[in-house]
């Protein structure tokens, strides 16, 4: 069974870099087939989408997040990464990472496997 | 991007009820959408995928159906457990976009 973790700092600084990693253990990101997401919750409020990255490296970021973001992917490690800089106090949300599978005789994707997810503040 | 908007925003209905929940997609979606349950601090699930594919393990008293622009999640006779957020979900296309979520709450 598949089990996504992610791990990083819980409080990060306003201006500064919020750095995320994403483990995967129970799959092999570099076997393809699934596309390796962040999403995130703001305190009260709902799920945003922020990209993904495939196993080759593409990605895709979200509009309004694509000048500050950066998804990666290492393959060796089986994790994917997560970095927004120059954050402020609408950043602080609780970060999932999350794998969007397709399902056989389907061409819809979904997400079927999500981290626990990691609580990140940015404040002084 | 592709907005999803569901109604209501919040509800509250007693065990055994018949509970229905709308989503709605700002352009046609065919039926690229997705229900998920969430829980107080606890990560999303998924109930169905594909409009109406229920996940394995999910019970069948969860339902979809619609496609197009127009979607329905119905919970045929709540459960204690089914008090939660519901949200849905378009993978039309990227930016992936969910609803707002649906609170049910108990009456």
């Known amino acids: 069974q598949v089990q996504l973790r992610e791990s990083g700092p819980g409080l990060v600084k306003p201006s500064q870099t919020l750095s995320l990693t994403c483990t995967v253990s129970?799959?092999?990101?570099?076997?393809?087939?699934?596309?390796w997401s962040w999403i995130r919750q703001p305190p009260g409020k709902g799920l945003e989408w922020i990209g993904y990255?495939?196993?080759?490296?593409?990605?895709y970021y979200t509009p309004s997040l694509k000048s500050r973001l950066t998804i990666s992917v290492d393959t060796s490690k089986n994790q994917f990464s997560l970095k927004l800089s120059s954050v402020t106090a609408a950043d602080t949300a609780v970060y999932y990472c999350?794998?969007?599978?397709?399902?056989?005789?389907?061409?819809?994707?979904?997400?079927?496997?999500w981290g626990q997810g990691a609580q990140v503040t940015v404040s002084s | 991007d592709i907005q999803m908007t569901q109604s209501p925003s919040s509800l509250s209905a007693s065990i055994g009820d018949r509970v229905t929940i709308a989503c709605r997609a700002s352009?046609?979606?065919?039926?690229?959408l997705n229900w998920y349950q969430e829980k107080p601090g606890e990560a999303p699930k998924v109930l169905l995928y594909?409009?109406?594919n229920l996940q394995s393990g999910v019970p069948a008293r969860f339902s979809g159906s619609g496609s197009g622009t127009d979607f329905t999640l119905t919970i045929s006779s709540l459960q204690p457990e089914d008090f939660a957020t519901y949200y849905c979900?378009?993978?039309?296309?990227?930016?992936?976009?969910f609803g707002q979520g649906t609170k049910v709450e108990i009456k």
């Open positions: 999350a794998r969007e599978v397709l399902p056989a005789a389907s061409d819809k994707y979904y997400f079927d496997s």
């Open positions: 129970g799959d092999s990101i570099s076997s393809g087939g699934h596309y």
């Open positions: 990255v495939y196993y080759s490296g593409k990605t």
């Open positions: 352009q046609s979606i065919s039926n690229f």
């Open positions: 594909a409009a109406s």
């Open positions: 979900q378009q993978s039309y296309n990227a930016p992936k976009t």
